[in-house]
């Protein structure tokens, strides 16, 4: 068991129907990551990342196929247990930031650790550590809509690491920023997630962001193929 990879995706299949069409998104797709690993996965919009993210994080079900993470399946669990489960082991980064805009910043980031069962001041502590770690010590008390794009998905970044998952799932991450923003927001996400040995897996259709990643795929036609990684970048 133990040699097998961190996390498996296998024959993974998802299809909607629209009409009277099936059409498959995923289509048997298959993915093993390692341990520490950071994957990229390109596609164009509408190739199915989103669709496999959710997949991944257990938010949704495939039609067939299997999703093993650290040797449990996802598809063994019952809804309670899957919950749990993405609670403990999973950070998720959205595009739009997600953050809830009738909390702080610092609130925010308490969330995920109030969830987890974290108690009292070690709570405090921590969602403060992670807002330091961000760079936003200064704002904990500010409401999301005092902050810029870029700084509330620092907030989510905080977040998505507070409560020490082994696994960042980040879906467009830096769709909505503007460019110089985006490569800062990268540079911190990568920073974070490797000093501390996390996995990650990085959903984008902006091919500039692979020059962090361990490995590039890309999402074409419901599968994965490898990418030659584009190590020079303007
Ligand atoms: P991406 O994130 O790469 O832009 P998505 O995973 O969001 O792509 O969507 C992949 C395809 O699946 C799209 O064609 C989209 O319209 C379709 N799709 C996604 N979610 C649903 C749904 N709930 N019902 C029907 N079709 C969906
Ligand atoms: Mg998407």
Do not use: W
Not at 4 to 32: A, F, H, P, W
Not at 75 to 104: C, W
Not at 146 to 173: K, N, T, W
């Amino acid at each position: 068991m133990k040699n097998d990879s961190y996390i498996q995706l296998k024959k993974l299949t998802k299809r909607y129907s629209e009409g009277d069409k099936i059409r498959s998104v995923l289509d048997e797709l298959d993915l093993s990551v390692e341990e520490g690993e950071m994957v990229v996965i390109l596609g164009r919009s509408g190739s199915g990342k989103s669709t496999l993210l959710n997949l991944v994080s257990g938010i949704d079900k495939p039609d067939s196929g299997k999703v093993i993470i650290d040797g449990t399946d996802l598809a063994e669990m019952d809804e309670k247990h899957r919950t749990l489960f993405r609670r403990n082991n999973i950070g998720f980064v959205f595009q739009s930031y997600n953050l809830i805009p009738t909390l702080t910043a610092h609130e925010n980031v308490l969330l995920p650790l109030k969830l987890k069962g974290t108690t009292d001041q070690k709570l405090l502590d921590k969602a403060q550590q992670f807002l330091e770690e961000v760079g936003l010590g200064d704002r904990g008390d500010s409401y999301p809509d005092r902050l810029s794009g870029g700084e509330q998905q620092r907030v989510a970044i905080a977040r998505a690491l507070a409560h020490e998952p082994m696994l960042i799932l980040a879906d467009e991450p830096t769709g909505n920023l503007d460019y110089e923003t985006g490569r800062i927001i990268l540079e911190m996400l990568n920073e974070l997630v490797r000093e501390n040995g996390r996995t990650i897996i990085l959903a984008t259709h902006d091919r500039d962001i692979c020059k962090f990643a361990d490995r590039v795929l890309e999402l074409k036609g419901g599968k994965l193929q490898d990418v030659e990684k584009i190590s020079e970048v303007s």
